[in-house]
């Protein structure tokens, strides 16, 4: 199973970037989908969560300028992120808590990372 995401980039304050986490590999179902993200010197924190139902949940620094969504169809979770603020830079991670197989339990799986720069 892998996570691809992509979408990252530099992009300077009150602007707009789209995140896209596509899953891949052998995949029976996906949990919940999530992005976390990590800035330098800090602890790698919840950005949003939601669950394969779409149901959605956000942490309190993103709520009204962030939103999760997924495709199923695609196996892909999605983050658009408006009005973005330099506090916003950092590292972001999607995370996908899925079942491989029907014979296996569900694990977390991570994908590789993608830089957000808020500068101007």
């Known amino acids: 199973v892998q996570l691809q995401a992509s979408g990252g980039g530099l992009v300077q304050p009150g602007g707009s970037l789209r995140l896209s986490c596509a899953a891949s590999?052998?995949?029976?179902?996906?949990?919940?989908m999530a992005w976390y993200r990590q800035a330098p010197g800090k602890q790698r924190e919840l950005v949003a969560t939601?669950?394969?139902?779409?149901?959605?949940n956000y942490a309190d620094s993103v709520k009204g300028r962030f939103t999760i969504s997924r495709d199923n169809a695609k196996n892909t979770v999605y983050l658009q992120m408006n009005s973005l603020r330099p506090e916003d830079t950092a590292v972001y991670y999607c995370?996908?808590?899925?079942?491989?197989?029907?014979?296996?339990?569900?694990?977390?799986?991570w994908g590789q990372g993608t830089q957000v720069t808020v500068s101007s």
């Open positions: 590999g052998s995949i029976f179902v996906i949990n919940a």
């Open positions: 939601i669950t394969n139902g779409g149901i959605t």
């Open positions: 995370n996908a808590n899925l079942r491989p197989t029907a014979w296996t339990y569900s694990s977390a799986y």
